[in-house]
């Protein structure tokens, strides 16, 4: 049922908003990207003010794109499997003191120990509030069968609005004829909530991995946490801002168990009822926080200036809530591989990877357009795909994404690439078999010449798709370091994630087996015409 009623979370959104921005150090000082250089011997100085000096034409441009703050690299940890994840996780929520918010495509609706976490932290903690963002489509698809939203829906009962809010975001994209007659999982083709954001206190969990007892197991992803105030106050406003825009959920003695409420106070009508004034209104909400000129950040890190050696760039993609789109993370992206055309750029690397295999085009051109040598990318073999032998037409989907894997493979060859770029499949058994995984990872990884490990790498919830470009909400981090540990725990990522690899050709996409039938690409086809992604 969909009712209006009045709610804190925009109230609290527009109050950060109305703070003054404040730069993390003097104005100097907090736009230029600088190497330590105190008891460097002179052949570390002269690696370190060379890597600098490769890094200027990144940053320079980053700065101007995306607001950013400026830490030491060792306050980002690199976690490495699902139960890492899962554990850190769990301990965090455990020890968190003032604030959880996590904002996620949707929580299992079986994950009864992850809600006996979360309980048992308000219960213990008085002053613990809570704020969960998920996506609408996703949420409730199951209702009135226990569903996300049902699961989530006791907390409010217990512990009282005050102290949990649950919201759900609906895309103004579905509406009218398309939200009536387009089936549950296709119609979330037309946008969803897709960010992946776990905070706690002062600390951050960037990932890709949604909070399902499969991303806890078996799905192999990427995780970052950044213990920095000024970075989780930072995507902490992105989340309420987004969650200002959202349903609301609260229990109810329906059938499902839930009513979803659309506040009074929100901060802008429902994108049900008019949709191109929701998209006016978010514009208006949305833009000023994630401008580098007018983002609201805060300057609460005492890391001693000389120690800031990595910067972190906070990029949204938010698409279908901007008009004109002012989003930041294909900026971002964009102009790092376009940096990398340049000739000083001829002995760097990269390596890029996508669970789903669908870039966007114009990333695809630039990624063939490197002057970089010994690049990689790694993708999902169809048997570790989340999808593989799924029932209905999201079956179909291991085999469009290896068709447009096909297609990357040859455009490599028809640039005389071979020698420089390689594909690789990930694979650790077969979807459906006992000890299967899937895998899930995104991300970017660039090395610089004559460096060991990567200097630069980007962390969030985005597919680098047409899709997480026009539809979807993704929330992002793209760090730039000079800091030699944390080089060496991206450089470790890097190697383990291609542990389970393997190089496929051209001769291997020719093979019997590798071949798609006609109605996979007439699905494909489909989709695009009626204003879908994949």
Not at 295 to 304: R, S, V
Not at 346 to 364: D, E, H, I
Request: glycine share 6%; hydrophobic share 35%; charged share 20%.
């Amino acid at each position: 049922m969909l009712t209006r009623t009045a709610s804190r979370c925009s109230t609290k959104l527009r109050a950060a908003l109305r703070q003054p921005p404040l730069c993390v150090a003097k104005p100097t000082q907090c736009r230029r990207f600088s190497m330590p250089t105190a008891s460097a011997t002179p052949g570390v100085q002269s690696s370190a003010t060379s890597s600098a000096g490769m890094l200027s034409p990144f940053v320079s441009e980053l700065d101007k794109i995306a607001p950013s703050f400026k830490i030491n690299g060792s306050q980002i940890r690199v976690l490495q499997s699902p139960t890492e994840f899962y554990e850190t996780l769990k301990d965090k929520i455990r020890n968190a003191e003032r604030r959880i918010f996590l904002s996620t495509l949707y929580i299992g609706k079986s994950e009864k120990e992850l809600i006996t976490t979360l309980q048992e932290a308000l219960r213990s903690k008085p002053n613990l509030k809570l704020s969960i963002l998920t996506d609408a489509l996703r949420g409730t698809r199951e209702a009135p069968d226990p569903s996300c939203a049902s699961l989530l829906a006791p907390l409010v009962a217990e512990f009282g609005p005050d102290r949990v809010e649950i919201r759900m975001y609906h895309t103004p994209n579905l509406t009218g004829f398309r939200k009536k007659h387009i089936p549950k999982r296709i119609n979330e083709g037309w946008g969803l909530q897709h960010m992946k954001l776990y905070g706690f206190d002062d600390e951050i969990m960037m990932t890709g991995a949604n909070l399902s007892n499969d991303y806890f197991t078996d799905r192999q992803d990427r995780y970052h946490l950044f213990s920095s105030k000024d970075i989780t106050e930072y995507f902490s406003n992105l989340h309420d801002a987004v969650s200002s825009l959202s349903f609301r959920i609260d229990p109810s003695d329906a059938p499902s168990g839930f009513d979803m409420v659309w506040p009074k106070n929100n901060a802008a009508p429902s994108p049900l009822e008019d949709h191109k004034q929701f998209v006016r209104e978010s514009t208006g909400l949305l833009a000023g926080l994630i401008s580098p000129k007018t983002a609201p950040l805060t300057a609460n890190d005492t890391t001693p200036l000389e120690k800031r050696d990595t910067s972190v760039y906070m990029l949204a993609q938010f698409s279908q809530l901007l008009s004109p789109d002012t989003s930041t993370e294909l900026p971002a992206i964009t102009h790092v591989l376009s940096t990398l055309a340049a000739p000083q750029y001829a002995k760097s690397s990269w390596t890029f990877t996508a669970g789903y295999f669908n870039p966007a085009p114009s990333l695809t051109k630039l990624l063939l357009s490197t002057a970089s040598q010994n690049n990689t990318v790694i993708t999902a073999s169809p048997y570790a795909n989340g999808f593989y032998k799924s029932p209905g037409v999201s079956g179909l989907l291991p085999d469009a994404y290896t068709l447009l894997a096909r297609r990357f493979v040859r455009a490599v060859h028809e640039k005389k690439l071979d020698a420089s770029t390689v594909m690789k499949e990930w694979r650790k058994g077969t979807v459906g078999e006992p000890g299967a995984w899937t895998y899930h990872a995104k991300g970017l990884w660039v090395t610089l010449p004559e460096n060991k490990g990567p200097s630069i790498s980007l962390i969030g919830s985005s597919n680098y798709t047409k899709r997480s470009y026009s539809l979807d909400l993704e929330a992002n981090a793209l760090i730039v370091t000079a800091n030699e540990g944390l080089k060496k725990q991206l450089a470790d990522e890097q190697s383990w994630l291609q542990e389970n690899t393997t190089v496929i050709t051209r001769e291997d996409y020719a093979k019997t087996e590798r071949r798609v039938g006609l109605k996979v690409r007439i699905a494909m086809l489909i989709v695009r015409l009626v204003g879908g992604a994949l």
